[in-house]
């Protein structure tokens, strides 16, 4: 009731129903990022179940990471903590026992030994793997087996132990991870195959190069803040038409089946695109419902303290209804007008400095990118050829002729951060 009195109060400052035909909408417009859209709520259960999932579940691509590429074995003989956590994999200090906490504060753990990172995995404290760890005859340890988790790339910690050890902070991208120059490691790849996993740089992949050949990596984007949009993706994908779990399922079937090669099925003719992993067994799609469940259940994290100007943010919110126009497509509670329908944009939409990548996608269209809790997670756009929000506003300016002023982009700016 409250919300309905404020929505009304909200429209009327708005004077958009001071219509002489008397006609007044059911719904009234809502400014960007208010108003609510009613979502059922989730079962708790299943998002539980689907943090396991998220967190643990290797779908069985095992069978890829080790038997394939052999990547068990890269690890046990050459990746220390220090070489893992340049490359950007994460430590959940949550999963260290008090003494070995205790040890590696007073220096006793040898950071630059490979047995070190099989200690951490038999504690399964490496965010995003899952190894199965032996003892040899002489008491070394041994990595028999790992795969990998969709936290690989979309979970961090904060850092709160140490840098890159921490608290699980899942749904936040890793951009720190470097996922081509991991895979690069394998001793399965040829040269040139190395050479376009090395190109990429941390905080990029592309989910579609093993399909289509082509090269032309995008941002890890977030996995939070998605419930109540009907299309998943940079590129709306996703969506109940091709997956009936849901638009993010779609795209969680695809990444776990084609990807991390996990034992499951994947078909889309609007890709031309089957590709089978089953092994006598599906290990993805009873776990679709909930695994989407969790994802859906993690909220935009919220701007930190003071990490804002409120005033010329409050001036910036009124540039991005009016004269930036950015509200004409990042319209709705969520910043976005895929809501509407499930509304996607040509092309020519995006000012990322590529345009290409769309044409890669089943839609061949851009889906309008949700705004909630972006200070959280440059660089920005699909390509990430933006490096802070001013640049974002800058590149909007430029592109769409804007003529705001250095004091507007920055009032701009500011609204964003405080989003
Ligand atoms: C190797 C890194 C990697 C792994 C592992 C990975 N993803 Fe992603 N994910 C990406 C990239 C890159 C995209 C962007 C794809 C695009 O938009 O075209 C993406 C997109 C997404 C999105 C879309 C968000 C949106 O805006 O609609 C979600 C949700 C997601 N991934 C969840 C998952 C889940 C769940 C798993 C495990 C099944 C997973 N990812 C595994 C890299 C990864
Ligand atoms: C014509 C529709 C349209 C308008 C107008 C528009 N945007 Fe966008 N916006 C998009 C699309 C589409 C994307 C995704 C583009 C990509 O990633 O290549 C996007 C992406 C963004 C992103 C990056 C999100 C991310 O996660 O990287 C930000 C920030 C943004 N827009 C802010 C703005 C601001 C500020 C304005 C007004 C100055 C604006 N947009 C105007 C369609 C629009």
Known sequence: MIL??????????????????GYT?????????????????????????GQQIFRFDTFGDETFWTDVLQM?????????????????????????????????QNGEVDLDDPQTTLALLQLNAVVGVQGQVSTNTDGTLKLDRMGVTCALCHSTVDDSFAPGIGSRLDGWPNRDLDPGLIISLSPT???????????????????????????????????????????????GDGDVEHEPVGPVAYWNRYVAVTQMHGHGYFEDSRLNLVVDHREGDDLVTEKLPALQAYQFSISAPAPPADSFDATAALSGKALFSGKGQCATCHSGPLFTDVIDGGKLHPQSAS?????????????????????????????????????????????????????????????????LKSL
């Open 72 to 104: 068990n074995q890269v690890i046990e003989t050459a990746v220390s903590p220090a070489t893992a956590l340049n490359v950007g994999l994460k430590v959940d200090a949550e999963a260290l026992p008090a003494a070995v906490v205790e040890a590696i």
């Open 4 to 21: 309905t009195l404020l929505l009304f109060a909200a429209f009327s400052l708005l004077g958009c129903n001071n219509d002489d035909s």
């Open 351 to 415: 000012v990322a400095l590529d345009k290409d990548y769309v044409n890669r996608s089943a839609t061949k269209q851009w889906r309008v990118t949700p705004l909630k809790g972006i200070w959280q997670h440059p660089p920005y756009f699909h390509d990430g050829s933006a490096a802070t929000l001013a640049d974002v506003v800058a590149r909007y300016n430029q592109e769409r002729n804007l003529a705001l002023t250095a004091a507007e982009r920055a009032d701009l700016t500011e609204y």
């Open 25 to 49: 909408p059911l719904i009234p417009p809502v400014p960007p990022g208010e108003g609510e859209l009613n979502l059922p709520p989730l079962d708790p259960q299943l998002v539980q179940e």
């Open 189 to 235: 790849l040829d040269q040139m195959t190395k050479d376009i996993y090395t190109s990429w740089g941390p905080g990029i992949y592309d989910p579609r190069f093993n399909n289509d050949g082509l090269n032309n990596p995008v941002v890890i984007p977030p996995a939070y803040g998605l419930y109540g949009l009907p299309k998943a993706i940079f590129t």
